[in-house]
């Protein structure tokens, strides 16, 4: 989605415009918020957007959609929350669409797909000539894009983000270094860099230089010749050789012996070498591409690590997040692993909204091979099967989340990635029993502080303890009053689910 124009969203509740945010993010389109304050100050770039978004409620929205309209010819999508009358019918004949808010991934996928976002709807009404430009120039290297984004499985901020810069370094033949831990996927970006590039027909050459030996890694990079050494019967290529006019990816860079270090960045800075044995100069096109666990910096302070190799492979650094990080993304990247599986006949599993809900939570040490071994090991003990929250592996259960029942029914990705634990019915007709002297026996290490201060006592208080008892004790009146169903209690707290979740986990009361 980096190379299509964003969309617009007007709106003046921050509340609202955190959640839409959310949903277009989760669903990886760009978007661009204003208020109402300051929206002229963009209407000489109304043109780089693909749409608009109005909040209801804000001042002079109808003046603004009348502006908007007179402009361009852009969709304009009315967000309502029911508090006001809809708009007259003069205005609403102008709306594209009205939609009710919270907004949902449900009523948004349809509609999103209307919009003039995709390359091939995107028309001279809705996109600047820059935009048309950049994202028609090359109708190969847009397919490569498309390729590029189907691969990279993730709708998180962070796989965004480095979609944008495959696109932005692809066609360049700059040095990339791909940082990140193991199992992330650097040879995934790495492919996809390459299959990205201008270089695309060309080979593809991946050599992990800490898996072989030091006094074998310069035959392997630079070839030899026949009788170089012991064994050495016939002449052979080196991976520089094979990779002439496409990528090379020197795969665990962090690992390469310092005197290896050397001749590579002779070959860097000059763009030749000879085999092994040879004095024949070969001249390579070669771009590369490395990648590292290792954290480069350290390893100069150590002396492992040549500083001038570090600045010359570090000219564009991809770093990769763990997978922890963008737990968001498990969802997507556990039904592609299930889609291969099924397509390759290795059997297939089907997880319970619990199950992949607690998945989300598990640190995952081991990143997306973990995962994946996972799944396929899950395959292989229940093929075929339903696998739930106790059919997972023993250290995977201390993270079991159980899903509000009630958003079960057709459940999808946005709502696993909201999913949240229903606080039990005991445990409210408890907290409804329960005075606020009391509060200290649920919140553990918090000491009791009166219910309410109309005066500062001479003593002081405690004013975190204080604002922490008031707090519970409102949350407990919102889950008294929603049955403890969170995601009705959050709703009249006026904050996200997964806000609520994390203070229930905070003072302890999903127990």
């Not at 361009?72 to 999508?77: D, K, L, N, T, W």
């Not at 570090?310 to 556990?334: Q, T, W």
Request: proline share 5%.
């Amino acid at each position: 989605m980096a190379l299509t124009p964003p969309i617009l969203l007007i709106d003046d509740n921050q509340s609202r415009i955190q959640q839409v945010e959310i949903i277009f993010q989760f669903m990886g389109y760009q978007v661009k918020t204003i208020g109402s304050d300051n929206y002229a100050e963009y209407l000489h770039e109304i043109n780089r957007v693909c749409s608009v978004f109005i909040g209801e409620g804000i001042r002079k929205q109808f003046m603004i959609i009348n502006e908007i309209v007179g402009m361009a010819r852009i969709p304009v999508i009315f967000i309502t929350d029911g508090s006001e009358e809809m708009p007259v019918e003069s205005i609403h004949e102008k709306l594209f669409h009205v939609l009710p808010y919270p907004l949902h991934y449900a009523q948004l996928k349809p509609l999103l797909a209307k919009l003039p976002i995709n390359r091939a709807t995107v028309s001279n009404h809705f996109a600047a000539p820059e935009i048309q430009k950049l994202v028609f120039n090359s109708t190969e290297n847009a397919n490569a894009l498309s390729l590029v984004a189907t691969r990279l499985k993730g709708n998180s901020v962070a796989m965004i983000q480095i979609r944008k810069m495959i696109a932005q370094v692809a066609e360049s033949d700059a040095t990339v270094l791909i940082l990140g831990e193991s199992g992330t996927g650097k040879e995934v970006v790495a492919n996809a860099l390459h299959d990205a590039s201008l270089r695309s027909s060309k080979p593809f050459v991946p050599i992990n230089c800490g898996a072989i030996p030091a006094e074998l890694l310069e035959s392997e990079l630079f070839g030899h010749e026949k009788g170089a050494f012991t064994g050495a019967l016939n002449a052979r290529q080196g991976r520089f050789e094979m990779a002439e006019g496409g990528t090379l990816f020197l795969d665990e860079i962090g690992d390469m012996p310092l005197s290896m270090q050397v001749k590579l960045l002779r070959v860097l800075q000059e763009r030749n070498f000879e085999r092994v044995g040879g004095n024949k100069t070969i001249y390579c096109d070669v771009r590369v591409i490395a990648a590292t666990h290792r954290h480069l910096e350290n390893e100069i302070k150590q002396n492992r690590f040549r500083e001038d190799l570090f600045y010359r492979l570090n000219v564009f650094p991809i770093e990769l997040p763990s997978l922890k990080e963008r737990a968001d993304d498990i969802p997507i990247l556990i039904d592609d692993l299930i889609t291969r599986m099924a397509q390759a006949n290795r059997g297939f599993v089907t997880l319970t909204p619990n199950a992949l809900a607690t998945l989300m939570r598990y640190e995952w040490q081991g990143n997306v091979r973990e995962l994946a071994n996972l799944i396929e090991r899950l395959a292989i003990i229940y093929p075929r099967g339903l696998v739930d929250v106790d059919d997972l592996p023993e250290k995977f259960k201390q993270y079991r989340v159980e899903i509000d029942p009630e958003n079960t029914e057709e459940i999808d990705v946005s709502e696993i990635l909201t999913a949240e634990i229903k606080v039990r019915p005991e445990f409210v007709e408890n907290l409804t029993r329960t005075t606020s002297a009391e509060m200290q026996d649920l919140m553990r290490h918090h000491e009791y502080v009166p219910e309410t201060v109309t005066q500062l006592p001479e003593e002081g208080i405690d004013l975190k303890e204080y604002l922490n008892t008031m707090e519970v004790d409102l949350i407990r009146q919102a889950l008294d009053e929603c049955n403890g169903v969170v995601a009705h209690a959050a709703k009249r707290l006026n904050m996200r689910r997964t806000t609520l979740v994390e203070k229930l986990r905070k003072f302890d009361l999903q127990r």
